[in-house]
């Protein structure tokens, strides 16, 4: 969508109109919801964080201000997604077992191995790099705003994601190229 | 927005030497290039409905709290200005009623037909008549010096005589 007509459509849900709420949940509801569904490889919890996500922007909008909206967006779902962490689990526990702990009580859609592969890699790397990762590719942020968001200096971020993307070849058995 | 490929060197090579910042370049770019041929999620259809559906009752309670926040508003001035009037009345009330000290006379009692020891107006006239007393006992003391000796007085009235009479004084 053009920046302009993006800005109008916010500007739209700022005024509180129920269809433009609709129109930003079209055009971000699957983006958001693969963000949740990749952090937390559970589709029931990824759909209760996207629609909570939604409800909190009803909130939250009026003081979104200038800037990237993505980047607001996805700072607001990363929130949302270590309070779910905060509140269900201890992280260290988590870290330890995620893999067997959160399996999805309803097999989720798997299109490919690939992917069932990356969603095995992605719960067993820690959660702050999984954040860092799922955070650059969805909210198609750069290390620049990455490393800002986190008040971290951008070389502290740059190897973070690389240690982490690393790790999840590895762990995909991904070659090289 | 992600760096291109050219801004990704860039700032690889910011940080580290020629050939690592290569090699990291390429494993950035290959898996960036494979999470986004992972990155189709299909969201069903009634997911986002319910979304959307909670969206829009939260949009209605927050249209219908603008009606009890101004019912709080008027409750909440309503409170402030009793407060304040309460304030007013307690700063300006006491002044107003504060009683002034009441005159000795006015306040001068009788308890069981006597004075009250502590009556200032005793005390007041007890002074009075202590020293209207010693007065009287002085007075009759200096009446008494000059009945009995009038060599005083004589002395007195010899020395106004020798100064009117003689002219001692110019040397």
């Known amino acids: 969508m053009e920046p302009e ?38 589709r029931a919890v990824a759909e209760d964080l ?22 607001w967006l996805f700072t607001i779902a990363g929130n949302l997604f270590k309070d779910h962490l905060r509140s269900r ?7 330890e077992t995620k893999a067997n702990d959160i399996r ?6 798997r299109p490919n191995e690939m992917s069932e592969r990356l969603q095995q890699a992605l719960s067993r790397l820690d959660p702050e790099t999984s ?3 799922m955070m650059r590719f969805y909210a198609d942020l750069s290390f620049r705003e990455l490393a800002e968001k986190r008040n971290e200096p951008i070389g502290t971020t740059l190897c973070k994601i690389h240690r982490g993307l690393k790790k999840l070849r590895e762990l995909m058995n991904v070659p090289t190229t | 927005m992600k760096e291109n490929q050219q801004q990704l060197d860039t700032l690889l090579r910011q940080f580290v ?25 299909k969201i069903s ?20 709290n ?20 309460a304030g007013v009345a307690f700063f300006i009330t006491p002044r107003q009623t504060e009683i002034s000290p009441p005159s000795p006379i006015v306040s001068y009692t009788w308890n069981d037909g006597a004075e009250s020891e502590n009556d200032p107006v005793d005390s007041l006239l007890t002074r009075i008549e202590m020293a209207a007393g010693q007065l009287d006992s002085v007075h009759g003391q200096t009446s008494s010096w000059f009945e009995e000796d009038n060599s005083l007085t004589i002395e007195i009235q010899d020395a106004q005589t020798l100064v009117a009479d003689t002219d001692y004084w110019k040397g």
């Open chain 1, 5 to 42: 007509k993006r800005n109008q459509l916010i500007d739209r849900c700022k005024a509180g109109q129920a269809d433009a709420f609709d129109e930003l949940i079209e055009l971000y509801g699957s983006r958001c919801f693969g963000f949740f569904y990749r952090l937390s490889n559970n």
């Open chain 1, 50 to 71: 996207l629609s909570e996500l939604f409800v909190k922007l009803v909130e939250k909008i009026g003081g979104f201000g200038d800037g990237s909206f993505d980047h």
């Open chain 1, 89 to 95: 689990y201890r992280q260290q526990k988590l870290i």
């Open chain 1, 104 to 109: 999805p009580e309803t097999e989720p859609e």
């Open chain 1, 131 to 133: 954040e860092l990762i």
């Open chain 2, 17 to 41: 030497n020629e050939p690592a910042a290569r090699e990291m370049a390429e494993d950035i770019r290959h898996m960036d290039n494979l999470l986004s041929s992972l990155a189709s999620h």
């Open chain 2, 45 to 64: 259809q009634q997911t986002l409905s319910s979304v959307k559906t909670r969206v829009r009752q939260r949009l209605a309670e927050k249209h219908s």
């Open chain 2, 66 to 85: 603008p009606v009890r926040w101004r019912m709080r508003l008027k409750l909440i001035s309503a409170a402030a200005v009793i407060l304040l009037v």
